[in-house]
DNA sequence: TTTTGAGTTGTTCGA
DNA sequence: GTCGAACAACTCAAA
């Protein structure tokens, strides 16, 4: 029996993986390819962070598979070339995947659909990471949604998403020349320390996102829908980095999430289990928005900000990306991310607005630094909310929304903790003062052992000068 | 076709 | 401290 190859893309999973599924049941050997392309024409390549993640990821697939008694063949080069190449390697008369929704992968895809089809191989692609599929979403006049509101109607009008399919107890396996372990990937950067933060916060793989889940529905459900905007608790969900990389599926979620809520039967849970699910729906409508409009990683949306006020200013980007802005809150954030390659949503929200707001920095400047140090980047995702953040993407938001930075840090990490977690140097000062140090009496900064300038910097802004002259920039592309 | 209601996440000011 | 109004006006989606 010639052998089938599944290429494993962003579906690193075996559970719930419908290509995977359907070659097991053919019966046939299979291949489980994963193909890594850092070629330059490609936009988007992986983030450093993300390869980080990867790179766990992949070791965890291996280890998966070997299980199995197989084990998941990795290949470098141009994904074209290494697929037509592991075709005549292996005389594979089938190639099976999950679909990807990246402009490019879809391009790219489909060209390597067709060019395989045309030497007589099968070829199937399928939905994994989606509940429904981008162009399966229409308002009445057959148009793409816009506005998140009805895109979430219409999700729920389709009811229940299909039941997540058992990962296969039986696969054989083809065998092939392995090719290049996982450090010949060169995933991690030379002589650096900093991925090692990165990987001590985080337990990539799939049944690492399994067990993220059961305890998210176990202690981080109940409350979620108030306690979600808190980055000093600890009710958020912490799946995104699988979900992008497949190692848990939005169904499986979908079903888990449904099925707690129905064994608690408690109109409180039931209130956090939707406020859950409809974040779930965000990234779908994010995907939803990017294969409708795959210009949106790169072109504003309301095209009056190609003619927007941005500021070209190194120093303010950089203190920005370093977590020495000056503002707690935001230099909590920055730095949370660049240690974890995670940040808090509301922190998020906040320190982007920040930046494109009070720093007058184009937005595509912070969706390349997040791109970079994010473990969860993804570029649907990534890409809508810098444009939502920014006023330019979807959305009606009123350009008058400007974050206070310690306004939504007194509100958000009331005692201070998150900040203290993060920046240290800030730890010895009372919460009073802790979102605004610059307010405190000299004496207290003393006290606290804080010497604004020295030990942490003056505000880069000063807030009210700086949402002012945004809101400037914003009224002059009004017209 | 036209009309109507509504749109993730906010802040500031002044009473 | 709390509360409501103002911040503007536009586009989307459905009736």
């Not at 409009?293 to 072109?299: A, I, K, M, Q, R």
């Not at 939502?388 to 206070?404: E, T």
Request: charged share 20%.
């Amino acid at each position: 029996m010639k052998p089938l190859i599944v290429w494993f893309r962003q579906d690193l999973r075996l559970a719930d993986n419908p290509a995977l599924t359907a070659a097991s049941a053919k019966g046939c050997p299979i291949v489980a390819l994963y193909v890594l392309d850092e070629n330059k024409d490609m936009p988007w390549t992986l983030g450093a962070a993300s390869k980080v993640w990867l790179r766990a990821s992949l070791q965890s697939l291996d280890r998966s598979l070997k299980q199995l008694g197989g084990s998941l063949t990795i290949r470098i080069g141009r994904t074209q070339d290494t697929i037509n190449q592991l075709v005549n390697e292996t005389g594979a008369n089938a190639v099976y995947w999950n679909r990807c929704y990246e402009p490019s992968f879809i391009e790219r895809d489909a060209a390597i659909k067709s060019e395989l089809k045309a030497y007589g191989l099968e070829v199937q692609s399928f939905s994994a990471s989606l509940m429904y599929e981008p162009w399966e979403y229409k308002t009445r006049t057959g148009t793409p949604f816009k506005v998140f509101t009805p895109f979430w109607k219409s999700l729920i009008a389709k009811g229940k998403p299909t039941d997540p399919t058992p990962a296969p107890t039986r696969l054989t396996f083809h065998p092939v020349n392995q090719g290049p372990n996982l450090d010949n990937l060169r995933l991690l950067p030379p002589k650096s320390d900093w991925p090692k933060s990165i990987q001590a916060s985080w337990s990539p793989g799939e049944s690492n996102g399994k067990n993220q889940l059961c305890r998210f529905l176990d202690q981080g459900l109940g409350g979620y829908a108030d306690l979600r905007d808190r980055p000093d608790l600890s009710h958020c969900s912490s799946l995104s980095p699988f979900l992008h990389f497949g190692e848990i599926s939005p169904r499986q979620i979908w079903q888990a999430t449904v099925s707690q809520m129905a064994a608690f039967r408690n109109g409180s849970l039931d209130r956090d289990g939707w406020a859950f699910l409809r974040e779930i729906a965000w990234r779908e409508f994010s995907y939803h928005l990017l294969f409708h409009f795959p210009e949106l990683p790169d072109v504003a949306w309301n095209r009056k900000f190609n003619s927007f006020g941005w500021i070209e200013d190194h120093k303010f980007l950089s203190a920005w990306q370093k977590g020495q802005t000056g503002y707690p809150f935001i230099d909590a954030g920055m730095r949370q991310l660049w240690h974890t390659g995670w940040m808090h949503n509301r922190v998020r929200m906040v320190a982007a607005s920040f930046l494109t707001k009070h720093l007058l920095q184009h937005w595509t400047k912070g969706e390349k630094w997040f791109w970079d140090t994010l473990v969860d980047a993804d570029l649907a995702s990534n890409s809508a909310s810098w444009q939502w953040v920014s006023g330019c993407g979807f959305d009606a938001s009123p350009y008058f929304r400007i974050f206070n930075p310690m306004l939504q840090g007194q509100k958000f990490d009331p005692d201070g903790s998150y900040v203290k977690q993060w920046v240290p140097e800030l730890s010895n000062l009372s919460s009073k003062y802790l979102h605004a140090p610059w307010e405190a009496p000299s004496s207290v900064l003393a006290t606290a052992k804080v010497t604004l300038g020295k030990t942490y910097p003056h505000p880069i802004v000063d807030h009210k000068a700086a949402r002012l002259r945004a809101l400037e920039a914003y009224r002059a592309i009004k017209t």
